[in-house]
Each structure stands twice: as C-alpha cells, then as structure tokens.
C-alpha cells in the first residue's frame, strides 16, 4: 500500500494497480474507487499508515496522541465531564502523586487540551474545546 494524490492534491491509499487504473481508498470518507493511472503520482515519504490516520478527526488524534495510557485519559475525562477543577481537588481526588499529576497536566497543556482556571480561588484546569471535541469522539 502507499499513499498517492491526484491532480487535485487528494490524498489516498493505493491498494491495488493495473495497467490502467488503480483502486484507491479515500482515507477520510471509507470510500473506494477507480482511477486512471496517469491521474495519480506517489507521494514519496508519506506513510501509508500516516494517511490512513486522516480517517480519524484532528481533535481525538491529539487526546489519542497525549493521553499514552488509561491513567492519563481518565484524567481528561475526569476533567471533561467535572471540571474545571482545582490542582487541590485533583490531588485529592485520584491516585496521583503530585509530580506525576503535574507532569499530565504540563503534557495535556502543550498538547493544546488543558487550559489553566481559577476555582475556588485556587489554580485549577478545564479542559479546552479540542479535547471535549476529540473525547467525544471516543465516547462513541
């Protein structure tokens, strides 16, 4: 398999080839369909894996990307559906000591999915539109 485009800049999956057409999947709609040969070029460094990753929306690649184990999604989705909540409430909340806490929140926040909150007159975090975007995704 590898990834081509056509005249248009399209990006596809190349999954089979004759001589005079090939058999292309759309990577973001599912969609499957022939198309001359000559309309289409190779993108050389692409990776076919890359591309087939476009099927899944921006938002729940950046959750699915940040969150690298279960401890840390439930975090965001704890966030999610409870927040904004204080650094105090989360430290007592959740079996997190504090460096590991802190480090999911810095790791959340460069990821562009926390954004920091005043509660209750202390430090706290909410997450952001992407991630409530990309967890609802997921929720499906």
């Known amino acids: 398999m590898r990834t081509v485009r056509d005249?248009?800049?399209?990006?596809?999956?190349?999954?089979?080839?004759?001589t005079e057409s090939s058999l292309v999947r759309?990577?973001?709609?599912?969609?499957q369909r022939h198309v001359p040969k000559?309309?289409?070029?190779?993108?050389?460094?692409?990776?076919p894996l890359t591309t087939a990753a476009g099927a899944v929306p921006d938002a729940a690649r950046q959750v699915v990307t940040a969150a690298h184990d279960d401890r840390?999604?439930?975090?965001?989705?704890?966030l999610d559906k409870r927040?904004?909540?204080?650094?105090?409430?989360?430290?007592?909340a959740y079996d997190l000591c504090e460096s590991d806490l802190?480090?999911?929140?810095?790791?959340?926040?460069a990821a562009g999915l926390l954004t920091e909150a005043t509660v209750h007159g202390q430090r706290g975090y909410d997450t952001t539109e992407t991630a409530s975007d990309g967890l609802a995704h997921l929720y499906r």
Do not use: C, N, Q, W
């Open 7 to 18: 005249d248009d800049g399209t990006r596809y999956l190349l999954l089979k080839e004759s």
């Open 83 to 92: 927040g904004p909540l204080s650094v105090a409430e989360l430290l007592s």
């Open 38 to 47: 000559a309309d289409l070029e190779p993108i050389d460094g692409e990776s």
């Open 72 to 78: 840390a999604l439930g975090l965001l989705v704890e």
């Open 26 to 31: 759309d990577p973001e709609t599912g969609e």
């Open 102 to 109: 802190h480090g999911l929140l810095a790791e959340f926040r």
